[in-house]
């Protein structure tokens, strides 16, 4: 499979993930039992769906909602799930999944949207661990958002040695990608923010809170 065929999978397994998610009933719950398919990705949240799978191919989890991000867990006990128990692309979708439920029902971009500068940015990650983010709109993106007729953000982040970095995401018709100063949008596109963030070469791991929600970009 090309990286291609691999990123178009991914991101239509993680798309059916996301819908799957936000099918549930009840959201104010802190833990999700689910299984995962150890090839694919795939995740199933219907109660007893554990009766019908073959077990050699699904692995039983609990996701766990702590401090802005999601853990994943045996679905029985304390302990972290394995991680290598599943295959390369299963891990992937995994991983971008997550995001993109953080994103679809805990509101990952207005809770750790920040109506900062650049200086004031440095000033809140500088002590943070690295993985650490937030998201605002510096000068730039918001002159690329009148430019692409679409959402421009800045996404600043603690990479390796504490450094904070910068950088722009567009949103425009319903895809996501890192503005890479190429004005056609030809790079890699993702359907959801999630896909892109979990796209990056630095994890991001930990979203800095906004001490009140930035309603600009609630709708």
């Known amino acids: ?18 819908q799957r998610f936000n099918s549930i009933e009840d959201h104010s719950l802190r833990s999700y039992r689910a299984m995962i398919h150890k090839i694919s990705g795939e995740i199933l949240f219907q109660a007893n769906t554990s009766n019908f799978l073959r077990p050699r191919d699904w692995k039983a989890i609990r996701l766990e909602w702590d401090l802005h991000c999601y853990q994943v867990f045996d679905s029985h006990s304390q302990r972290q799930f ?18 993109a439920f953080l994103l679809e029902r805990h509101h990952l971009l207005k809770e750790a949207w920040h109506p900062v500068t650049r200086e004031g940015a440095e000033a809140l990650l500088e002590s943070q661990e690295v993985g650490t983010f937030l998201f605002r ?83």
């Open 1 to 18: 499979m090309d990286n291609y065929t691999f990123n178009g999978v991914c991101d239509c397994i993680v798309r059916y993930n996301a």
């Open 137 to 219: 709109q510096d000068e730039y993106a918001a002159l690329l958002e009148g430019e692409f007729q679409g959402h421009c953000i800045t996404l600043s982040y603690v990479e390796e040695e504490g450094k904070v970095v910068d950088a722009t995401l567009v949103e425009k018709k319903g895809r996501w990608s890192l503005f890479d100063g190429d004005p056609e949008l030809r790079g890699d596109s993702f359907s959801t923010l999630g896909g892109l963030l979990e796209s990056l070469p630095q994890k991001l791991l930990y979203a800095y809170p906004a001490e009140s929600w930035y309603e600009k970009k609630a709708s």
């Open 82 to 99: 394995r991680c290598d128990t599943l295959q390369p692309l299963a891990y992937r979708v995994l991983i971008a999944s997550l995001y």
